[in-house]
């Protein structure tokens, strides 16, 4: 079993649409969470990044972690085309980024 | 933030050879990273290279198939040694930020091996 189990996708909204994307994980010791964005051809980009459960804004994306449950989520409102990537969510259980487990990314198309 | 450059962005190579891909970073930086990522699966990291000593690899990977080379704290060297076509992948250098908390990540080359 995967250490982290992320929505395979792919989805398709139309524009304007919230988006949720989640991703599950089996790690107790994981305190960390990122979500990135990797658009085709290019290296993933940090989007969110939290260590407590609960809700973080940053404009129009939020993540949501909960921890009792291990479970986390990115909402994006008011999606664009621009939106379209792949979503990538990443943990980790010390503040060493670079040791991050990642899921398999879940590809979002918007949809004008 | 940081500037991350990769060469080659891309590459198809036949097997039984080697590829050394290269990692340039914009800035001084201590531990940097090579990550392997296969078509619809999740990143994998392959080993930490850490400037002045050996490169410390995952399980699954070793020194004598992904040698490492780290001779500043800007530049990094991957080889892919003696390929076969499981070796297809997208290989990606990152680094991590001085607060530890923010990784970024090259754009990646593209290797297909025939």
């Known amino acids: 079993q995967k250490e982290v189990e992320q929505d395979p996708g792919p989805l398709s909204v139309p524009e304007g649409a919230i988006v949720s994307l989640n991703c599950t994980y089996s790690?107790?010791?994981?305190?960390?969470f990122m979500w990135y964005r990797q658009y085709s051809r290019k290296g993933p980009e940090l989007l969110m990044y939290?260590?407590?459960?609960g809700n973080k804004e940053d404009g129009r994306f939020t993540a949501q972690v909960d921890k009792s449950s291990k479970y986390i989520s990115l909402f994006i409102r008011d999606s664009q085309p621009s939106d379209s990537a792949t979503y990538l969510c990443?943990?980790?259980?010390?503040?060493?980024?670079?040791?991050?487990?990642f899921g398999d990314g879940t590809t979002l198309t918007v949809k004008p | 933030s940081a500037v991350i450059s990769q060469k080659p962005s891309r590459d198809i190579c036949q097997r039984g050879t080697s590829l050394t891909i290269q990692c340039q970073v914009d800035?001084?930086?201590?531990?940097m990273f090579w990550y392997r990522q296969q078509p619809g699966q999740s990143l994998t990291l392959i080993a930490t290279?850490?400037?002045?000593?050996?490169?410390?690899?995952e399980s699954g990977f070793v020194i004598d198939k992904f040698p490492i080379s780290r001779p500043n704290l800007t530049f990094s060297t991957l080889t892919v040694s003696n390929m076969s076509p499981e070796d297809s992948s997208i290989y990606l250098c990152?680094?991590?930020?001085?607060?530890?908390?923010?990784?970024?990540f090259g754009p990646g080359t593209r290797l297909l091996v025939l």
């Open positions: 939290t260590y407590s459960s």
């Open positions: 290279a850490n400037q002045g000593s050996e490169a410390t690899y």
């Open positions: 790690n107790s010791a994981f305190q960390y």
């Open positions: 990152s680094v991590i930020d001085r607060t530890q908390e923010t990784q970024y």
């Open positions: 990443a943990m980790s259980a010390n503040t060493n980024a670079g040791k991050s487990t």
């Open positions: 800035s001084q930086v201590t531990m």
